[in-house]
């Protein structure tokens, strides 16, 4: 029986069908109501306990999976958050494959609630419409570990291959995962050197077939404060003299962004696009254009109408977003007052291969050098992730998307580049880089991750679960399939 055989595609898909409605399911809908949000967002979450309920049910639900030679556990290290590792030995034909291992990839932390959810939905409350699956953190990540141990199970139940496996599902990707490289120094041993890697933390363009995110960008942020007064006057008074911490944060912005266009102003956060990765940007726009899958309101117009431009301002080209405000009072309670302070949370995804250190530090300079006015400006808090550029897919690789893409989906795998981080990448990229990596995911059209009314495409999830199956075996016989 080969990969391809319809009766073995119909063996695994019966299995994913079945245990995501009896087992996946009902258990991802108990670990939405959780509000496990990320350490950025909870610094007291030991004390919470809300990430370790979350581990806790997570951990029971593998535990209790029908593999081969499982091993569960969570490794915690002072300080920081848990990481649930699940190792699985080789089975079938990987067993003479000695010590190869794949590694699986997943987070469990989530993103804080956001308003703005709709009526009879919210962060904490699973909901099931039609094909989706409503709440937090169902799509982004909460998905990932079932997905990943019910495709090793549905390989083995079904006769497949698979060489070592290794699951890690971390508790900080939220937070630009600062906890990661420590678990990964401590656990490295234990990883190996892995020749496929297997992400589940990025997204599609549609739910017609597999895809492969083929980069992702990288991060700086940082909060911009600014202060000129001990305390607020009268704006009767000091308007006029005193320039406002409002337009002095304006001031400099505008040497980091052209506020007409949107174009970052700094060469270190710039790059040469790889021509392939722009030959693949025109390739996809030809049947996906970014601004279609975004709810803009009525008359309001994306910064290009081009669909490559559209794709490569999303993810080959940097851009700024102003993500909180502070030291501005609500509408109600603004009254005719000369503010002491404006402070912003500045957010700026950079290209893939963008040196995210070196553009941190051209951001700090262009934003505290020189204030105006003599103001008191400060840039703290800062954080960077690299992005990620992945290597060129092995032929056989190719082949197994290809082929695994049309089993589940029933069509071929697509490439394409995503806007978001996933710091992970990079840390594994540099520790292997002789890996293959699938990067890929549920987070479809609409599916608003971080923001309101988020879901989880069922029928897309479960058909990713068993095309990671194939890939698995697809792995094992990848030296076959090159011969062949």
């Known amino acids: ?85 699940i190792e699985v030995p080789a089975f079938g034909d990987g067993r003479a494959q000695g010590d190869d291992t ?64 290794v699951v890690l599902i971390e508790a900080s990707e939220e937070s630009g995962s600062p906890d990661l490289p420590a678990h990964l120094e401590a656990l490295l041993p234990r990883i190996g050197r892995p020749s496929l890697v297997l992400c589940l933390d990025s997204g599609c363009i549609d739910d017609r077939r597999l895809w492969a995110t083929t980069s992702l960008r990288g991060l700086i942020s940082g909060v911009l404060r600014v202060d000129v007064l001990d305390h607020g006057v009268h704006s009767g008074q000091g308007s006029g003299v005193v320039a406002s911490t409002f337009r002095i944060v304006r001031q400099l912005l505008d040497r980091v962004e052209d506020s007409a266009t949107g174009t970052i102003l700094l060469p270190e956060l710039h790059v040469d696009i790889p021509p392939d990765r722009a030959a693949q940007a025109a390739r996809t726009a030809t049947h996906h254009i970014v601004a279609d899958q975004l709810p803009l309101l009525d008359g309001v117009r994306p910064v290009t109408d081009d669909a490559t431009e559209q794709l490569l301002n999303q993810t080959w080209r940097p851009a700024l977003s102003v993500v909180g405000v502070d030291g501005i009072p609500s509408l109600d309670m603004g009254g ?30 262009a934003l505290t050098d020189d204030p105006p006015y003599g103001a008191r400006v400060t840039f703290t808090r800062t954080k960077h992730a690299d992005g990620w550029n992945a290597p060129s897919f092995a032929p ?18 697509g490439a394409f580049g995503e806007g978001g981080t996933i710091p992970f990448m990079g840390m594994l990229s540099a520790m292997f880089p002789d890996a293959q990596f699938v990067i890929t995911g549920a987070l479809g059209p609409g599916s608003n991750a971080h923001g309101p009314d988020e879901f989880l495409h069922l029928p897309t999830a479960r058909r990713l679960t068993s095309t990671l199956a194939l890939l698995l075996d697809a792995h094992v016989h990848r030296a076959a399939s090159r011969a062949s």
């Open 396 to 413: 056989w690789l190719e082949d197994a998307l290809r082929d695994a893409s049309r089993a589940t989906f029933g069509d071929e795998a």
């Open 1 to 85: 029986m080969t990969t391809g055989s319809t009766a073995l595609n119909e063996s695994i898909r019966d299995h994913v069908e079945r245990e995501w409605s009896a087992s996946v399911l009902p258990t991802l809908m108990d670990y939405i109501r959780i509000p496990c949000v990320s350490v950025a967002y909870d610094p007291a979450w030991a004390e919470h306990g809300h990430l370790t309920a979350a581990v806790e049910m997570v951990t029971a639900w593998c535990r209790a999976r029908d593999i081969a030679g499982l091993r569960v556990e969570v490794t915690e290290l002072p300080g920081r958050t848990p990481m649930i590792v």
């Open 102 to 165: 794949v590694l699986l990839y997943g987070h469990i932390d989530k993103q804080p609630e956001m308003t703005g959810w709709r009526d009879g939905l919210g962060p904490w409350t699973p909901v099931i419409e039609g094909d989706r699956l409503y709440g937090r953190g169902g799509a982004d990540d909460g998905y990932a570990a079932f997905a990943s141990l019910l495709a090793i199970e549905s390989a083995q139940r079904a006769g497949l291959s698979h060489v070592r496996c």
């Open 336 to 365: 005719n007052v000369l503010r002491p302070t404006t402070a912003v949370s500045l957010s700026i995804r950079i290209p893939p291969t963008c040196d995210s250190t070196a553009a941190l530090a051209a951001l700090e300079r």
